[in-house]
Each structure stands twice: as C-alpha cells, then as structure tokens.
C-alpha cells in the first residue's frame, strides 16, 4: 500500500519535473529561441521546422501545467520522454554522456528525466491501483 511519504515523494517529483520542462519552453520563448530551433530542425530535415520548433515549445508550456493538476499525467509524460529521446539523439548522444565535468552536452540530464517521467506515467497510470506502485518497490 501506498503510503502518505510515497505520495507526497510521488507529487515532488512529479512537480519538480514539470517545473523543469516548462522553464525549458519558457527560457526558448524568452530569449527569442524558436525560430532559431525552427531553423535548427529544418536543417536536420524537418519540413516546416518553425511549425515543429513552437508545436514542442508549446508542449513544454501547456503540458507540464496539465502534469501539475494532474490531468492526462501519464498520456502527457510520453509525449516529453518521445521529445526528450529524439532529442537526445539529435543534440545530445553524440557529445557523449556527460553533461559537466568529463564531458559538455551529454545524455545524462535527458536519461534522468526520462526515468522520471516514465516512473510518473507508470505511477499514474489510469486505472491502475495505486498500492502497485509501492509494491513495485519492495
């Protein structure tokens, strides 16, 4: 059974990493960064890169407010771990695993916050009872 420590862990992490995402979105709106992530994705063979560029900003912004309330948690998780792995494969994976230190740029950052939000989706699976989630740890 789930206990009250678990729950509120569950909900700190699950807010924490929306928080991360939207300031992720945030930051490209504030400094300007979405027609150059457009151009970017153009670049790398994405029709209409600007159209793709604002559709994951938007994401980024929307979602993780949903994620927050707890609406369509674990349908809204995939959606950031689909965003993170591409990413990753994209920008990230060829500079390595390292983020700092013995490296710049790597996957480390996207592997944990995917964990996370697939243990977010998993834990707030629709229909699925709540006691697995503890279970699950043991």
């Known amino acids: 059974m789930t206990t009250s420590k678990e729950t509120r862990a569950l909900t700190a992490i699950r807010i924490g990493v929306a928080l991360l995402i939207f300031i ?3 930051a490209r709106v504030a400094a300007g960064g979405v027609a150059p992530f457009g ?3 153009e670049g790398q063979g994405f029709p209409v890169g600007i159209a793709w560029a604002w559709g994951v900003t938007g994401y980024e912004l929307v979602a993780p407010a949903l994620i927050v309330l707890r609406r369509f ?3 809204l998780c995939l959606g950031h771990v689909g965003i993170l792995a591409l990413g990753m494969v994209m920008v990230h994976l060829p500079n390595g ?3 700092v230190g013995l490296g710049r ?3 480390e950052y996207s592997v944990l916050l995917i964990l996370c939000l697939l243990m977010i989706a998993w ?3 629709p229909g699925r009872k709540k006691s697995d989630a503890a279970d699950g740890a043991r």
Do not use: Y
Request: charged content about 5%; hydrophobic content about 65%.
């Open 24 to 26: 992720h979105g945030a």
């Open 39 to 41: 151009a970017w994705l």
């Open 73 to 75: 948690v674990s349908v």
């Open 97 to 99: 695993w390292f983020v």
């Open 105 to 107: 740029n790597g996957v």
């Open 123 to 125: 834990a707030e699976w």
